[in-house]
């Protein structure tokens, strides 16, 4: 076990019951302030470290960090590093901010805290690709019941390989960034032509991306044993969805506009380092895959995750609650698959776990499902319904892991619908 990861541990700044910041996680991510452009920090508690300073003070001396590695707008050089070099920032640390530990003063930790109230959160990193795939056997199963013959749900190739696309990297943002709803063509079974307009069917779909620290040559391969020395860590992911768009578009490449509009991501890195103690077995996996795609160990992580829907100008309600632990594809396959061919992998590229689907209905990762595509409508605190997502609806979703006491969060996932443009 990471010394950083023991659950005794209690850190000189007040983690507030409940936070998702406690001083087990210490989450990469990069922020700005009024006297601040964006630099790399670090959350506990409520407040964020200031890495720059505390490199420049020397009070990560010893690790061979270069110059200047946590004054920039991304983490990209940080984490081009390695994940062993990531995992020493965080050891180091932890060993500042415990309670036994007194090296930094009160005039410096007032200098490198400072309060998340104060902060503005901005991209982590810069995607450099973005892959989704579609690995939550619960949800490929309610969506082709819906679309397809619920005796045959899953198509055939589903059990054999982790299925994924590839899609848009330029247009994922932080979370608080509002979003407008897309436009595009859209053709119902009572038309004979489509037509344009604003999509009428807005969904978000509940996922965890993870982000890659290593980088590959054209033509090489990363096996399940080592993809976890290539992630870094996970993000909260809201992959926004215009079902009725996506329904005219998708046969016969997949989806286009009704993806590449925007997806939201939470901004903080919660490293893999720190979910070690959450690990549990997957779904069992039967047919039995082929050797490539086998693996050994725990590769599930245990995080609790919901969303929440908040209608302009009133309280918000949550409407799903899922886990990740049940992905039927785990990481390690999804990086071994999309590498098997050769494709090579490059330093924060993005890959987000496709909707997080439960067994239950209340923990379907996507209003297409929670509504049965409009059949079953959701009833909101304010008296509305809502079978998709409207105009000033504002999605929220959070995720964390629990145990031992220790609580290991994401923060929020939060994006807001605006009209669509004209």
């Given amino acids: 076990m990471l010394k950083s990861n023991d659950p005794g541990l209690k850190s000189w700044v007040h983690v507030p019951k409940g936070s998702d910041f406690p001083i087990q996680n210490l989450p990469f991510g990069i922020f700005k302030t009024k006297y601040l452009s964006p630099v790399a920090g670090v959350a506990i508690g409520d407040y964020v470290v200031d890495l720059v ?63 998340m109230d104060e902060v503005q959160m901005m991209m982590p990193v810069k995607v450099q690709n973005y892959s989704d795939f579609y690995s939550s056997e619960e949800h490929a199963t309610n969506v082709g019941s819906m679309f397809r013959d619920p005796k045959n749900a899953l198509l055939p190739n589903w059990k054999h390989i982790p299925v994924g696309y590839h899609g848009r990297a330029s247009s994922i943002v932080v979370s608080g960034t509002a979003i407008h709803r897309p436009k595009g063509q859209i053709k119902s079974p009572d038309q004979e032509l489509p037509t344009f307009s604003a999509s009428k069917k807005l969904d978000f779909e509940l996922e965890v991306a993870f982000i890659t620290c290593g980088e590959t040559k054209l033509g090489e391969s990363i096996s399940t044993k080592a993809a976890d020395d290539f992630i870094v860590g996970f993000v909260l992911f809201n992959d926004w969805s215009a079902r009725d768009i996506q329904q005219w578009e998708y046969v016969p490449l997949g989806p286009f506009l009704a993806k590449n509009f925007a997806s939201t991501i939470s901004p903080w890195v919660v490293t893999m380092d720190a ?29 609790v995750l919901e969303v929440a829907l908040k209608p302009e100008g009133s309280e918000e309600t949550v409407v799903c609650r899922s886990n990740f632990k049940y992905m039927y594809w785990n990481v390690n396959q999804q990086l071994a698959h999309h590498t098997v061919n050769g494709c090579n992998i490059q330093v924060a590229d993005m890959y987000a776990s496709g909707t997080i689907s439960g067994p239950s209905p ?24 809502r079978i998709f997502i409207n105009d000033g609806d504002t999605v929220v979703m959070r995720g964390h892991a629990e145990r031992d006491g220790v609580r290991i969060g994401f923060g929020n996932c939060k994006g807001k619908i605006l009209p669509a443009t004209h």
Avoid at 280 to 290: D, K, R, S
Avoid at 362 to 382: A, T, V
Wanted: net charge negative; no cysteine; glycine share 8%.
């Fill in 362 to 385: 209340g923990s379907y990762g996507s209003m297409l499902e929670l509504s049965w595509n409009g059949q079953k409508p959701l009833q909101m605190p304010d008296g509305t319904e």
């Fill in 275 to 303: 979910l070690e103690p959450f690990r549990v077995e997957g779904p069992q996996q039967v047919p039995q895959v082929l050797p490539y795609l086998a693996f050994e160990g725990k590769k599930n992580f245990d995080i």
């Fill in 53 to 115: 300073y505390l490199h420049e003070n020397s009070y990560l001396d010893g690790l061979g960090l270069p110059a200047g590695i946590f004054n920039q707008k991304y983490l990209n050089d940080f984490f081009a590093l390695g994940k062993k070099k990531v995992r020493d920032v965080r050891e180091r640390l932890s060993e500042l901010l415990r309670d036994s530990n007194d090296e930094m003063n009160k005039a410096a930790r007032e200098i490198a805290l400072i309060h």
